[in-house]
């Protein structure tokens, strides 16, 4: 007796498929219309972004005459025995470069942030609309612009409770001839829900935050360090609730002066959890801080100490030194990315603290982790 593919249960079938690459999956679309229709279902996509996977690499790259996005697939590794100046070859076939499609040129377009296979794409400037894409599945809705005040910054997250993303905008509540500096004049936090052309009012926003922007999302909240003025190093603003909250960082850092914040300190995510990265003004170390336990400042500890002599040597020849470095995701179990300014990425072992420079990589003005996935922007518009 001969059995059909089609006589597997739903489920079963979904299970298997959201285990096959993305390429794959993307393939099994045009197959016929029942696994189209598989694919395409709220529930597959929700399955696909639970199984694990090495996140990808998002770049902005600009030339002379264009904007374009990179996605880089896969990274490869080097020896571990290898010098550190051996380089790490990103093979041409991983970079796949696309533009947004969206109602406007792609000269300028910024990226904002990424969540669940969602990208947030702006226009630098306070009346411009917010484009939510996604590459994989080629869907995105256009976020309606406002007039009301002076744009500082803005956020993108989820809410896992309720499965509805939105937009965070962080303004002066007029327009003013003199911008005043943010701690002059009381920030309004303003929210958008996917599927709505409304925007919110979700009362003040802190004053003392190191950037307006991006910020880092996590467990259904955005996260900054704050500069001065708070209880605690961080603050953060939950999707859910919307309201923004202190959050706490390690208690060792609580008293550092704003401006030391400022220059030595970035969030990230590495390893599933919140990470600060920390580079001391009189040592030449990167410190990365993990927190083990979401909100618990107890669980905030030293994971690595990052020798920075090794990192610029790598970049001897040019004269690279800033502050501004950043573990961006791991590779596997003993490497992870770390980013720093001019399109330098570099691969950090854990087990031999050895440093490669990534190479095969257009020059890039932006890098953010990336997860492909299924997730329909029309659905979510929706409610589904």
Known sequence: METSIFSIPNTILMEILSKLPISTICNCKCVCSYFRSLISDPQFAQLHLSTPSQPSLMLRSDDSRESSLYLVESID?????????????????????????????????????????????YWPGTYNPYVICNPVINEYVIVPQTEKGCLIGAGFGFCPGTNRYKVLRILYPIVLYYLPAPW?????????????????????????????????????????IVIENCSELMCCFNFGKENFQPFPGPSQFRELPGRVRVNAMILGELKGGLSLCHRPSDDDTLDI???????????WTKDFVIKIPLVEAIYHKHHYRNYHYQPLMGLNNEDFLVLG????????????RSFRRVNGLPFFSRAIPYIQSFVSIKNVASGR
């Open 77 to 121: 590794t080097c020896d571990a025995e290898s010098d550190i100046d051996d380089n790490i070859c990103t093979p041409s076939n991983t970079l796949l470069k696309f533009y947004p499609e969206c109602d406007g040129p792609a000269e300028g377009l910024e990226v904002l942030s990424s969540c669940n296979g969602l990208i947030c794409f």
């Open 184 to 224: 002059e004049i009381n920030l309004e936090a303003e929210i958008n829900t996917l599927g709505t052309n409304l925007w919110r009012s979700v009362g003040d926003a802190p004053r003392y935050l190191r950037s307006y922007s991006g910020g880092c999302f996590l467990n259904g909240a955005l996260h900054w």
């Open 289 to 299: 801080w993990v927190m083990k336990d979401y909100a618990v400042q107890e669980s």
């Open 341 to 352: 300014e001019s399109s330098l990425l570099l691969s950090w072992n854990i087990r031999d």
